[in-house]
C-alpha cells in the first residue's frame, strides 16, 4: 500500500470548502494535485480558491481532470470529498476502485457515514477504502479521524496514519464504527444542550460563543478535555476532580436537554448567528480564522502543545 514518501501525487475528487482545502495541503507540501468535480465552472472556483489560501505559493503542481477515472489512474493516495449522501459515496467509491492501482488508498472525507456502507460497492479492493475525516479547514487543523470498515485491511489503515502524519497532521484511529466518529459526536453533545439552552430562552445565540471561545475552548484547544480536567483538580489530578466534582456532574446530565430541531429553533438560531455577526462578510471572518489558527499552531508548535 502506498504511504509516506511514496505519495507524491494528491487525486482529490470534490472541490468545495474540503477538497480545495485537501488541494492547499498537497501543494504546500510539495505534491502533485489531480482533482475533479463535476460541477460546472468547478475549476476556475477551485484555482481562485486556492490562490486566495496559497497567496504567492506555488500552484503549478495542479491539474483538473476530466473525470473520476483519470484521478484515480494518477493518484497515489485518493481523498473523496463529495456530498454528504450514501447513494453518492457508493456510486463514486465504484469508479474509483475500478481506475485505481490496487495499491492506491482510497479514503473519504465523510463526517458520519461509516465506511461499511459503501465500501461494498468496491467488488476490486474493499480493503483499501477508508475514512479519512479532517476538520475544515483541513489544510491548517491537524486533525483527521481514521476510520476502517468490516473489510478494510490492517495495512490500509497503517499507511493512511502513516500518509497523514507524513503531510503534518495528526490523525487518531477510531477503531470501531459508530456514525459521526469521535468529533462530530462530541461537537454534537455540545450542540444539543446549546440549542436547548437558547430554545429555553436561557442565553442567546452570541452569549453561548463567547461561553465557548472566551471560556473552556481556549483550554481545548491547548490540552483537550481530560487533560484540562485532570489540571483542574489539583495535586489530586482527574482522581480529585471525579471523586468530588462527579456526582453534581452526573445531576447536570441528567438535567440535560433534548431539544426538538423545529423551524422556531432553527429561526432562533439562524437570527442569533445574523444578530452577533451584524454584517461581518463570512469571507473576512474565515481570513482571520485562518490567520489565528496558524498563529496557535505555531505556538503549540513551540510551546511543545502541539
Same mark, same amino acid.
Given at each position: 500500500?502506498?504511504?509516506?514518501?511514496?505519495?507524491?501525487?494528491?487525486?482529490?475528487?470534490?472541490?468545495?470548502?474540503?477538497?480545495?482545502?485537501?488541494?492547499?495541503?498537497?501543494?504546500?507540501?510539495?505534491?502533485?494535485?489531480?482533482?475533479?468535480?463535476?460541477?460546472?465552472?468547478?475549476?476556475?472556483?477551485?484555482?481562485?480558491?486556492?490562490?486566495?489560501?496559497?497567496?504567492?505559493?506555488?500552484?503549478?503542481?495542479?491539474?483538473?481532470?476530466?473525470?473520476?477515472?483519470?484521478?484515480?489512474? %494518477?493518484?497515489?493516495?485518493?481523498?473523496?470529498?463529495?456530498?454528504?449522501?450514501?447513494?453518492?459515496?457508493?456510486?463514486?467509491?465504484?469508479?474509483?476502485?475500478?481506475?485505481?492501482?490496487?495499491?492506491?488508498?482510497?479514503?473519504?472525507?465523510?463526517?458520519?457515514?461509516?465506511?461499511?456502507?459503501?465500501?461494498?460497492?468496491?467488488?476490486?479492493?474493499?480493503?483499501?477504502?477508508?475514512?479519512?475525516?479532517?476538520?475544515?479547514?483541513?489544510?491548517?487543523?491537524?486533525?483527521?479521524?481514521?476510520?476502517?470498515?468490516?473489510?478494510?485491511?490492517?495495512?490500509?489503515?497503517?499507511?493512511?496514519?502513516?500518509?497523514?502524519? %507524513?503531510?503534518?497532521?495528526?490523525?487518531? %484511529?477510531?477503531?470501531?464504527?459508530?456514525?459521526?466518529?469521535?468529533?462530530?459526536?462530541?461537537?454534537?453533545?455540545?450542540?444539543?444542550?446549546?440549542?436547548?439552552?437558547?430554545?429555553?430562552?436561557?442565553?442567546?445565540?452570541?452569549?453561548?460563543?463567547?461561553?465557548?471561545?472566551?471560556?473552556?475552548?481556549?483550554?481545548?484547544?491547548?490540552?483537550?478535555?481530560?487533560?484540562?480536567?485532570?489540571?483542574?483538580?489539583?495535586?489530586?489530578?482527574?482522581?480529585?476532580?471525579?471523586?468530588?466534582?462527579?456526582?453534581?456532574?452526573?445531576?447536570?446530565?441528567?438535567?440535560?436537554? %433534548?431539544?426538538?430541531?423545529?423551524?422556531?429553533?432553527?429561526?432562533?438560531?439562524?437570527?442569533?448567528?445574523?444578530?452577533?455577526?451584524?454584517?461581518?462578510?463570512?469571507?473576512?471572518?474565515?481570513?482571520?480564522?485562518?490567520?489565528?489558527?496558524?498563529?496557535?499552531?505555531?505556538?503549540?508548535?513551540?510551546?511543545?502543545?502541539?
Amino acid at each position: 500500500m502506498r504511504s509516506g514518501t511514496d505519495v507524491r501525487t494528491l487525486g482529490v475528487v470534490g472541490t468545495g470548502a474540503i477538497g480545495v482545502s485537501w488541494v492547499v495541503l498537497g501543494l504546500e507540501h510539495g505534491l502533485g494535485v489531480v482533482a475533479w468535480d463535476p460541477a460546472g465552472g468547478a475549476e476556475e472556483r477551485l484555482r481562485e480558491q486556492v490562490a486566495v489560501r496559497l497567496g504567492d505559493g506555488p500552484a503549478d503542481g495542479l491539474r483538473f481532470a476530466d473525470g473520476l477515472e483519470e484521478v484515480a489512474a %494518477h493518484a497515489d493516495l485518493v481523498l473523496e470529498s463529495g456530498p454528504e449522501r450514501l447513494d453518492v459515496k457508493r456510486e463514486i467509491f465504484a469508479a474509483l476502485d475500478a481506475a485505481a492501482p490496487p495499491d492506491v488508498l482510497l479514503t473519504s472525507s465523510s463526517s458520519g457515514l461509516m465506511p461499511s456502507t459503501f465500501q461494498d460497492a468496491c467488488t476490486r479492493h474493499p480493503e483499501r477504502v477508508l475514512v479519512a475525516h479532517p476538520f475544515n479547514p483541513p489544510h491548517l487543523v491537524p486533525l483527521v479521524e481514521v476510520v476502517g470498515g468490516s473489510a478494510t485491511s490492517p495495512e490500509a489503515v497503517d499507511a493512511a496514519l502513516e500518509t497523514l502524519h %507524513h503531510l503534518g497532521k495528526r490523525p487518531i %484511529h477510531i477503531r470501531r464504527e459508530v456514525p459521526g466518529h469521535v468529533a462530530n459526536r462530541l461537537q454534537a453533545a455540545l450542540w444539543r444542550e446549546a440549542y436547548h439552552l437558547v430554545d429555553q430562552g436561557i442565553v442567546s445565540v452570541a452569549d453561548i460563543d463567547t461561553a465557548i471561545a472566551d471560556g473552556p475552548g481556549l483550554r481545548w484547544s491547548l490540552l483537550g478535555p481530560f487533560a484540562t480536567q485532570h489540571l483542574s483538580g489539583g495535586p489530586g489530578g482527574l482522581g480529585h476532580v471525579l471523586e468530588h466534582l462527579g456526582p453534581p456532574m452526573v445531576d447536570w446530565w441528567d438535567d440535560l436537554g %433534548h431539544p426538538e430541531l423545529t423551524g422556531d429553533l432553527i429561526e432562533k438560531l439562524v437570527d442569533g448567528v445574523d444578530e452577533e455577526l451584524d454584517g461581518t462578510s463570512a469571507e473576512d471572518l474565515v481570513a482571520r480564522r485562518d490567520q489565528a489558527l496558524r498563529r496557535l499552531l505555531e505556538i503549540k508548535t513551540d510551546l511543545g502543545l502541539g
